[in-house]
DNA sequence: TAAACTAATTATAACAATTATAATTTAAGA
DNA sequence: TCTTAAATTATAATTGTTATAATTAGTTTA
């Protein structure tokens, strides 16, 4: 249930140095539903963090990223978002207001088999987004 | 069959003008199947067109993405590569090389209408990308 | 607990992919 | 062929991200 503390557990066991930083950025990441880009953590956690850097966002990111705690989300031509791992999910976008809403499904590890199959590939992870628009954005369409 | 005469034929009905560029660019994406990027295009067509700017390519793709000729893809941290749409396919991309191979799977359509269902999103359309690694690159790997 | 070592952070510069701007050229219809 | 709107070019600007070097701060060991 803690995922932060899990988290931190994580980092410890992989050797990697807990930091204040590190700390608030894992916090936000669990916390804000909304699959954040490196910029808007920066950007909310610059009150708590006057000095911080944006390069200390993407390192520890990137460092998050290597020891399997987040993943990184690259869609369209915007800029990439992150995604603190939790059970596996697909994602479902908004293509009026990018926003990002989690979508759990089961069935496409025979996808992976198959596709291993045709293409001689050792295939190791696949990734799905569903492209849409809204509830809100649609009740805000003109007709 | 003729795929290049045909998306003349579409640039013709939208009104789009038929430049040498442009009926350059599309010959090289229908007949590479690479998956090119942006730069790729460039550089392959700078024989041609010592003139040409990289503008022009990326004008020229988004034109064409609008009329809905071609798909920009962008997965991981790379530039963005763009596909000549032809019938509905997938993508294996090899984590080790970066190469790209089609995979035709009919089976999806179920999850789009579950993700409809679940979100309430009005649902436009999806994609998949299976990850791996390639068989020239498995068998490359030191054991 | 203090010293020493190593890793993390910061500030800044560099980079690469893409887009915007303004001037020039060109495709397509009258 | 002439005209006009659109496309191309050359260039500058922008944005997202990464590299570098100096400083700071966790952690380990004496």
Redesign the interface.
């Known amino acids: 249930m803690n995922q932060l503390k899990e988290a931190l557990e994580t980092l410890k066991e992989t050797g990697v140095r807990i930091t204040p930083q590190r700390h608030a950025i894992l916090e936000y990441l669990i916390n804000s539903m909304s699959h954040p880009t490196a910029d808007d953590i920066y950007k909310a956690l610059e009150g708590k963090f006057p000095n911080m850097s944006v390069a200390t966002v993407y390192n520890n990111l990137r460092v998050f990223r290597e020891v399997g705690l987040v993943k ?1 989300l ?4 915007a800029s ?1 978002r992150f995604d603190f791992v939790t059970s596996h999910h ?1 994602h ?1 976008i ?2 009026s207001c990018g926003k990002i ?1 989690d ?1 759990h ?1 089961p ?2 590890n025979e ?2 088999q ?3 199959h ?18 809100e954005c ?1 009740s805000k369409e003109v007709h």
């Open positions: 990184e690259t869609y369209g031509d990439a697909y479902v908004c293509e809403v979508f499904y069935g496409l996808v992976e198959l596709a291993s045709v293409t001689g590939f050792k295939v190791n992870n696949h990734r799905m987004e569903v492209y849409g628009t809204c509830p649609t």
